[in-house]
């Protein structure tokens, strides 16, 4: 009996002890790194350390990046790539699906590739591979895009028209390509399909039309863009400082994933052949943002890229609203994972079962603001000690506008100069931001009504802002409540309301 108290009162001692010598974070060293080699991202939570980011003591340079709309994703994809740029001279290539990245990347005086408007990628460019290689990849974007798989005659046929495609323009299948010659494209690819229906002989036209009419999606004109000699050297993408390539005006989701497959083989190749050490700092950042397609799917190079990741100084940032199209070979791989606010539970279940974080960091994770984070990191170490922590907010690059918006115009004469009385309301543009998002706007609303404050020079009458809101598609519930919690009484609100015809 009083051994056995003596146990419970030394294992409690020892349970103490252990969180006094071992807390929820890892050590200073191994988060405050050498600043010359390493990127600043904000201070941890509980010791206030400075967290700087460095891939040299971690498995792989890759990350992760997932949150709810508006939790600050391409905020910190931003940031993390204008101070990898300062500290590595990293260059950065962004699939930008939504095109979200475009006004910013002109700004940072990047370049911006618009597929669509006037830019074209002829996925049969070879970049140095050999012809049966990208066949190879060719097919496989197919499969993970179309149904051709399912089809084994249709895709031998497909799959041979492409390699024909390259002999009769004379390259060899086997070798690299020789120089200074034009590969073909898709058309003439189509075009052999044709020719083979018309000759008659083949003995399942059915077989051939379809792969004909599959193939016709990528290649019929004015929805060409794969399909045409290249406007843009993707061999140079890598070595281009900031490149965006935009994808949001593609007509359809099929075109922007085989755009953004197609990009990550080629620089898969070129990373394999270059193969960069580690040494030599971070030399290419590849950004997919919203790309779900490619980052679900198991064939796609995204988990490639991942898996071979360690040996090259190439990395890639996955950013994901939804941590579920995520494919788990990328969380289980990754060097990092930023986790910004979540707000469903089955994304945190998903989450806590790939990373394996306590309940402490659950419920941490569940009260993140705009802009807070719980990270997680594979530390290349024997040493035990807690691999996910916590940081105050991730301190950005870009400055915080101000906006305003004034009630001046509708108050009466006594209001006016009425001290206790506020005529203007200042917002910074973060906590306009979170207050929407709390209210359940959605993230493209947002964007529209910034834009919208912008043109009109960050200052606007209060009606102007619920009357554009509205015509947005918010409900008028939805702005009284704002009104309110920026502080402005129901008096005011209801004066406010009245101007507002319904
Ligand atoms: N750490 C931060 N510091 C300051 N402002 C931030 C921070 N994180 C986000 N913001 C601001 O919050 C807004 C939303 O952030 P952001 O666009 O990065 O969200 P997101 O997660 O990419 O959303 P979506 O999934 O809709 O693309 C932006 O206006 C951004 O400037
Ligand atoms: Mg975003």
Redesign the pocket.
């Known amino acids: 009996m009083t051994l056995l108290r003596i146990q419970t009162l030394m294992s409690n001692e020892i349970s103490k002890r252990i969180f006094i010598t071992r807390p929820p974070e890892p050590p200073s060293e191994f988060l405050f790194n050498d600043p010359t080699n390493s990127i600043f991202i904000g201070t941890s939570k509980i010791f206030k350390v400075p967290f700087t980011w460095t891939f040299s003591n971690i498995t792989n340079p890759h990350i992760s990046v997932v949150?709810?709309?508006?939790?600050?994703?391409?905020?910190?994809?931003?940031?993390f790539i204008t101070r990898a740029s300062y500290v590595w001279n990293t260059n950065a290539i962004i699939i930008d699906w939504?095109g979200?990245y475009i006004s910013w990347v002109k700004q940072s005086g990047g370049k911006v590739i618009a597929l669509s408007k006037g830019d074209y990628l002829n996925i049969m460019d070879l970049s140095g591979m050999k012809p049966l290689d990208r066949t190879k990849q060719i097919m496989n974007s197919l499969d993970i895009l179309t149904d051709i798989s399912t089809y084994p005659e249709q895709r031998r046929l497909t799959s041979e028209a492409i390699e024909q495609a390259y002999l009769n323009l004379g390259f060899p299948l086997a070798s690299p390509p020789p120089p200074g010659k034009e590969p073909p494209t898709l058309k003439d690819v189509s075009k052999l399909l044709d020719e083979k229906l018309q000759e008659g002989t083949y003995e399942y036209p059915a077989e051939l039309e379809n792969a004909i009419y599959r193939l016709r999606q990528f290649s019929r004109e004015g929805e060409d863009y794969f399909a045409n000699k290249s406007t843009i050297d993707i061999g140079k993408l890598t070595t281009s400082g900031l490149v965006d390539l935009d994808l949001s005006s593609l007509p359809d989701e099929r075109f922007r994933a085989m755009a953004a497959l197609f990009i990550l083989q080629t620089l898969k190749e070129k990373m394999r052949l270059e193969s960069w050490s580690s040494s030599a700092g971070l030399k290419t950042l590849v950004v997919l943002?919203?790309a779900w397609k490619v980052a679900s799917d198991e064939r796609s190079d995204a988990v490639t890229i991942i898996r071979e990741g360690r040996k090259y100084s190439f990395g890639l940032i996955v950013?994901s609203?939804n941590p579920t199209d995520v494919n788990e070979a990328i969380f289980s791989n990754v060097g990092t994972t930023f986790m910004?606010r979540i707000r469903f539970e089955k994304f945190m279940n998903y989450l806590q079962g790939s990373l394996n974080f306590s309940d402490f960091i659950r419920n941490e994770i569940s009260k993140l603001g705009?802009?807070?984070a719980a990270i997680d990191m594979a530390f290349n170490t024997g040493v035990r000690f807690p691999n996910i922590f916590l940081v105050d907010?991730?301190?950005?690059e870009?400055p915080?506008d101000t906006y305003s918006l004034f009630i001046s115009d509708i108050l009466s004469e006594k209001e006016l100069s009425d001290p206790e009385i506020k005529k203007e309301y200042s917002l910074d543009?973060?906590s306009i931001?979170?207050r929407l998002i709390e209210l359940g706007f959605g993230?493209?609303v947002?964007?529209k009504l910034?834009s919208y404050m912008n043109e009109k020079g960050r200052t606007l009458d209060i009606r102007d802002f619920i009357k554009t809101a509205m015509s947005y598609g918010v409900n008028k519930d939805t702005l009284i409540s704002f009104m309110r919690s920026i502080g402005i009484s129901d008096s005011i609100i209801l004066k406010i309301m009245s101007y507002i015809v319904v």
């Open positions: 949150g709810i709309t508006g939790a600050g994703k391409s905020f910190f994809v931003k940031t939504a979200e943002d919203e950013a609203q910004l705009v802009g807070q907010k991730i301190v950005g870009l915080l543009k973060m931001n979170s993230s493209e947002i964007t910034l």
